[in-house]
């Protein structure tokens, strides 16, 4: 699925990045995002698949990032 939003750092549990889409959900990825969005705020198209996986981070739905781009 493709998702457009912001990336955003959540200073909490340990600390990470999130992606907040323009549909609000929240989605965490389950892989590093890359340095060039690492940037509170910065606007972002994904594609992504669903991770099944288990976090203690308990903040929106585990992707996998497949590819990123700035917008």
Known sequence: MTITGSVQFQDFEGGFWGIVGDNNEQYLPVNELPDNVRSNGCRV?????PANVI???MWGQS???LHIETI
Do not use: D, H
């Not at 198209?45 to 698949?49: F, R």
């Open 63 to 65: 992707v996998k990032v």
């Open 45 to 49: 198209k994904a594609t992504v698949e």
């Open 55 to 57: 976090s203690f981070t």
